[in-house]
T-cell receptor, first 116, second 109 residues
């Protein structure tokens, strides 16, 4: 079974631009969640989608948005990029998401975003 | 937000058991305790989870204190491949995962 796939693996953008990251979950998984990882803040939850609906949202500004498609693939968008948005963005899928306590998260290897 | 406290780093000799502690004094009755680990240049990987009783799987064991205010992840025989950052996380139904900064485990050959 293929794991969680994130594309692209690396991305370099300049301040003010926008970026879209993609995540393909494990087949059959309906929940996709996104995390931002930085050396100073660690892993921080961005949002979770389940069956195309946003179910939870972390404490990030509105510049960070996402969506999920009918095939459970998800995209994350960051508009008006700032230097502080440089981070590793991780996507995770699970069978039942936050509604399923016994449904572990399966992570991709992330997209490394550098904003210059 | 239920939070956890872990040591920043630990060392272990190869083939020795490793006990990774986690304090979660504000845990609620419905919080599950999850452990994940993150190897260099990879996303986090699920290790184990439990509610009240001790749990075992092929990767590790989870020992949960009787008052549930602390837990310990036990790697029975550390290998070089176990060198990673280990995250202890509390999770409740309907809520997202809250990752702390984890414990960086170094395995010494």
């Amino acid at each position: 079974k293929a794991g969680v796939t994130q594309t692209p693996r690396y991305l370099i953008k300049t301040r003010g631009q926008q970026v879209t990251l993609s995540c393909s979950p494990i087949s059959g998984h309906r929940s996709v969640s996104w995390y931002q990882q930085t050396p100073g803040q660690g892993l921080q939850f961005l949002f979770e989608y389940f069956s195309e609906t946003q179910r939870n949202k972390g404490n990030f500004p509105g510049r960070f948005s996402g969506r999920q498609f009918s095939n459970s693939r998800s995209e994350m968008n960051v508009s008006t990029l700032e230097l502080g948005d440089s981070a590793l963005y991780l996507c995770a899928s699970s069978l039942r998401g936050t509604g399923g306590i016994n449904s572990p998260l399966h992570f991709g290897n992330g997209t490394r975003l550098t904003v210059t | 937000d239920a939070k956890t406290t872990q040591p920043n780093s630990m060392e272990s000799n190869e083939e020795e058991p490793v006990h990774l502690p986690c304090n979660h004094s504000t845990i609620s009755g419905t919080d599950y305790i999850h452990w994940y680990r993150q190897l260099p240049s990879q996303g986090p990987e699920y290790v184990i989870h439990g509610l009240t009783s001790n749990v075992n799987n092929r990767m590790a064991s989870l020992a949960i204190a009787e008052d549930r205010k602390s837990s310990t992840l036990i790697l029975h025989r550390a290998t070089l491949r176990d060198a990673a950052v280990y995250y202890c996380i509390l999770r409740d139904t309907g809520n997202q995962f809250y990752f702390g900064t984890g414990t960086s485990l170094t395995v010494i050959p």
